[in-house]
């Protein structure tokens, strides 16, 4: 089975600070995402990659930036936190492109003070 | 604009009954169709899929049912289990080759 691994299951940072929230998937998947997810909103895109050092916006990119140096792992940075990034954070993974069948890690839940 | 989205928030039926799930999309542009379903403090999963050159489409206990006319997509459970109480998504393809668009989700409850 494919698993999509969170580095954190919850995370608790202070406005301005700097967060990096990693995500690994061990099936040589070519695409990987970044999703919030809010009460009563479903998923919201952040950002995606299709290929290593490739990255492109989703629908909600401001904010984050992203990171994919290696194959297998998608990094989702939060330059200076906001209160308004407090939200569920998931992470998925693709085999390519066209592929609709998203692996999901089991998210991280970041509260920002 | 483009959406997904769902008729019934929250869903209650009871144990042995059938679930039905339902959908509404606006982009007419899609062609692809997914349903997930995510348990608390898990991940979605992928359930099932269909495209649009299908109408029904067959799991192990769900179906779906994709009725283009209308732009209405629904999740059929059969025989609903305790096991199945989660929210359901479905999602759309848009233009889009890689991005997909998630409708808010319906909460599913079965009662013992």
């Known amino acids: 089975d494919v698993k999509v691994t969170q580095s954190s299951r919850y995370l608790v940072k202070r406005t301005g600070e700097k967060v990096f929230l990693e995500c690994v998937q061990d099936m040589d998947h070519e695409n990987m995402f970044w999703y919030r997810q809010d009460p009563g909103l479903g998923l919201r895109l952040i950002y995606f990659?299709?290929?290593?050092?490739?990255?492109e916006k989703g629908d909600i990119p401001e904010g984050y930036s992203v990171s994919r140096e290696k194959k297998e792992r998608f990094s989702l940075i939060l330059e200076s936190a906001s209160t308004n990034q407090t939200s569920m954070y998931l992470c998925a993974s693709s085999r390519s492109k066209g592929s609709g069948k998203l692996f999901f890690g089991s998210g991280t839940q970041l509260s920002v003070l | 604009g483009e959406s997904v989205g769902l008729h019934l928030p929250t869903l209650s039926v009871q144990e042995g009954d059938n679930s039905i799930i339902n959908c509404a999309y606006s982009?007419?542009?899609?062609?692809?169709f997914i349903w997930y379903k995510q348990e608390s403090g898990k991940g979605p999963q992928f359930i099932i899929d269909?495209?649009?050159?299908?109408d029904k489409r067959q799991g192990q206990r769900v179906t779906v049912l994709l009725n283009k006319t209308v732009k209405h997509l629904s999740l059929q459970i059969a025989a609903t289990q305790p096991g199945d109480s989660a929210v359901y998504f479905c999602a759309e393809n848009g233009d889009s080759s890689y991005k997909l668009i998630f409708g808010s989700g319906t909460r599913l409850l079965v009662r013992p």
């Open positions: 269909i495209r649009s050159n299908m």
């Open positions: 982009n007419s542009a899609s062609d692809y």
């Open positions: 990659s299709y290929d290593v050092k490739m990255k």
